[in-house]
């Protein structure tokens, strides 16, 4: 049964290992994110940008952070992002451990 938790997973992908941790280091200081996972390990993406379709190498981040937080962690991620456009995607978090989710929510 989905509820309302407060609590989020935000997606965004950079173009190397040292930005992943960069801004992963930032927003976990900052208390924007409780924790974020560094996909270290490159991803092949696949997109089209400015009429052409493109491939890249890239890092995820996988951020766990709260509704409140978002719109100061999107500010901040554009702000020292290298990218034009860079990934911002939210997923609710509708469940989970309330243990879990009780200490993610207190650490932002």
């Known amino acids: ?3 309302k938790t407060g609590a989020r997973i935000v997606l965004v ?3 190397s290992r040292e930005e992943v941790r960069r801004i992963a280091r930032f927003a976990v200081q900052a208390r924007l994110a409780a924790c974020v996972n560094l996909v270290s ?3 092949e ?4 940008w ?3 379709v493109e ?3 890239e ?3 996988v951020m766990k952070s709260s509704e409140g937080r978002l719109a100061r962690l999107e500010r901040e991620v554009k702000r020292i992002h290298s990218y034009d456009l860079p990934e911002f995607l ?3 978090i509708t469940g989970g451990s309330q243990a879990y989710l009780k200490w993610l929510l207190g650490a932002v």
Do not use: N
């Open 90 to 92: 939210v997923l609710d």
């Open 41 to 43: 390990v490159p991803l």
């Open 13 to 15: 992908t950079c173009g």
């Open 59 to 61: 890092f995820l981040l």
């Open 50 to 52: 400015k009429g052409k």
């Open 45 to 48: 993406s696949i997109y089209r």
């Open 1 to 3: 049964m989905a509820r």
């Open 55 to 57: 491939t890249a190498k």
